[in-house]
């Protein structure tokens, strides 16, 4: 319990400490115009509440991202702890801190576009279409699950709640980000909020105990522990919590709502600390329910028994009667609302790639109509294995984005070693992670270790030595 504690104040502290300083390096400036009142449409660009900006922020980057991902990350111990905590702070503070703040800067500008500024054209297509199969995969993913949990809870033909989600996706897209989106966002956020903070509370009333950090549980805990190391895998599968490539492509919805740069830190920096707050305690239950690290992977490795049905089961117990609604909550509407916003972000995505206002509604059909046809042919893939490859694509953006953010910082003549060592220590990550999973080449590990040490360090001194990045307007 103490090692769990202590790692929840370590983040706390860290948002207004390293929060700060991060502010500090980048040099706000409240007297400059937001894109919000620049370039203020009534459809994506609005102004809103610093309140509302941050709950919706909060549910668009994390979902179930925390959830999920924590209780995967368990698997390998009290190791998950320090990833979360101080991936968090190191790397999670500054991607997203940076991926809103140069959206802001930048007039609101998808982060594909942003990265092209600063990386090059080729990098700037690559990441139009990696983004964008990113986003309708996620949107995709976030149908099937709930609607099989929807007919479930209902007895309504799963292929009728498709149906039923993808239309109100198409709406959730469409519409002035205020009318919906901007209205229950804040209440899924806020409940959201609530499931975990009524974990949080139970941990310390019901006597759980939960695994401390120390030289016997500070190991490789997973039941299959050569077959999964903790480098890369705790580092891949942990993402939302930590940091995470997808709240990338998030931060421009709300940098398009923020009316002063001086809320930026509480908006990005502050909902990913929020967000890494929420997969400690998710991480800590998951050890701790099933009365260890060990019988938690007993307990998933039986047929059937996943994540979602790890937090129903969960939240039942530990919460009761209220507890079984905000698990329905944290297995259907987060999923749902991360789909929603990851159609819209592509929809902003493909608009700014080929500079389509989005003022009018023919020129928001006119984007939407496609993707949501890909997306309901993309229904009836498998994506057991195509969705083995987000996790690695997710981090890969991430890494690509701190780079970009690392040649920003650069260009202004300021300092870039806060940026560059979680850059190069995602470059090893990723590189490791292609080389020696099962989804990519399968290679021995102790070549795969080095070859993403390798290119770790000559992605660094590229950067260092490169003259050629002043020189690029």
Known sequence: MISFVICVIILVLG??????????????????????ITKEDGVDFVPLK????????????????????????????????????????FGGIVH????????????????????GKYLGNGVKHFMRIFAIVLLVLVGVVFVKGPASILQELTGVSASTMVIVIFLYYILATMIPIDRLIGKIYPLFGLSLLLMAFGLFGALIFQNYTIPEINFTTLKNMHANPDTFPVFPLVFVTIACGAI?????????????????????????????????????????????????????????AQDGHNAAWVVNIICNTMLGKIGGILAVFGVVA???TSGDTAFRSARLTIADSFSIKQTKLSKRLMVTIPLFVIAIVLTKVDFAIIWRYFGWSNQVMA???????????????????????????????VTTYI???????????????????????????????????????
């Open 435 to 473: 080389l020696v999973a099962p989804e990519g080449f399968m290679l021995n590990y102790t070549l795969s270790y080095s070859l993403g040490i390798v290119v770790a360090i000559g992605v660094t001194t590229w950067f260092l030595m490169s003259k050629k990045i002043l020189k690029t307007k």
């Open 334 to 336: 987060a999923p749902i």
């Open 50 to 89: 610093l309140g509302k900006i941050f709950l919706i922020q909060f549910l668009n980057i994390a979902g179930l991202g925390p959830i999920f991902g924590a209780i995967s990350g368990a698997l390998w111990g009290p190791v998950a702890f320090l990833w979360i905590t101080f991936g968090c702070i």
């Open 96 to 115: 997203d801190y940076f991926s809103g703040m140069l959206s802001i800067r930048h007039g609101g500008q998808s982060i594909p576009e942003i990265v």
């Open 15 to 36: 948002y207004f400490t390293y929060g700060s300083y991060v502010e500090k390096q980048f040099g706000i400036d409240v007297n400059r115009k937001t894109p919000a």
């Open 244 to 300: 995470s490539g997808f709240h990338a492509t998030q931060s421009p919805l709300m940098a398009r709502c923020i009316s002063n740069e001086a809320d930026g830190k509480k908006v990005f920096a502050g909902a990913m600390v929020t967000e890494g707050i929420i997969a400690l305690i998710w991480a800590a239950v998951a050890m701790s329910f099933f009365g260890g690290v060990s019988q938690l992977g007993e307990a998933m």
């Open 399 to 429: 890494t690509i984005v701190l780079w970009a953010a690392a040649v920003y910082m650069k260009k202004q003549g300021k300092n870039t070693w806060f940026i560059i060592l979680p850059a190069a220590f995602m470059s090893a990550v």
